[in-house]
T-cell receptor, first 113, second 112 residues
């Protein structure tokens, strides 16, 4: 089945130690998103790629970066994780626009110790 | 700034007890309103997009409706497998085509 796969499902990292989360998709969707969701809060858009074009949200901290080497893969890099970055990180894809609905991965639960 | 408010925060229903979830929104021109279902520890699953006031969409026991200020997700004769958090989100015409604002969700529990 076509899907969005995130690895790892759970990630524990040390305070200040760089960490990379990955997302792959078999849907051939041209738009990929990264969302941050903290407990009982709304998902918050960090950035998205429309094809190869990177779009950063104005309030996304510089500590968060992303790479999309090809259509299928997208990475979220957190350069120096702080305790406040502990959250569920959700990757989503869509065809052209969000109006068609996102397909989300199962998420990566990040713990910072 | 686009705002989405969902109520109630949590809802507990007996199996078969129909009810509605509310999503009120403030946007400068609505491009689309979305409903998603999220199971614990998983990513949200897309349910519906509504585009204009008066529109309705159905899927199994779920029916979503839209007015100019709010949307309702009606759940008819719910079953325990309908237990999940239901998220509402909006996209404004003034924002980019990829900017979607989510609410914090309604956590639904259906008891057998």
């Amino acid at each position: 089945d076509a899907m969005v796969i995130q690895n790892p499902r759970y990630q524990v990292t040390q305070f200040g130690k760089p960490v990379t989360l990955s997302c792959s998709q078999t849907l051939n969707h041209n738009v990929m998103y990264w969302y941050q969701q903290k407990s009982s809060q709304a998902p918050k858009l960090l950035f998205h790629y429309y094809d190869k074009d990177f779009n950063n949200e104005a309030d996304t901290p510089d500590n968060f970066q992303s790479r999309r080497p090809n259509t299928s893969f997208c990475f979220l890099d957190i350069r120096s994780p702080g305790l406040g970055d502990a959250a569920m990180y959700l990757c989503a894809t869509s065809r052209d626009g969000a109006l068609y609905g996102y397909t989300f991965g199962s998420g990566t639960r990040l713990t910072v110790v | 700034e686009d705002q989405v408010t969902q109520s109630p925060e949590a809802l507990r229903l007996q199996e078969g007890e129909s009810s509605s979830l509310n999503c009120s929104y403030t946007v400068s021109g609505l491009r689309g309103l979305f409903w998603y279902r999220q199971d614990p520890g998983k990513g949200p699953e897309f349910l519906f997009t509504l585009y204009s006031a008066g529109e309705e969409k159905e899927k199994e026991r779920l029916k979503a409706t839209l007015t100019k200020k709010e949307s309702f997700l009606h759940i008819t004769a719910p079953k325990p497998e309908d237990s999940a958090t239901y998220l509402c989100a909006v996209q404004a015409k003034s924002g980019g085509y990829q900017k979607v604002t989510f609410g914090t969700g309604t956590k639904l529990q259906v008891i057998p």
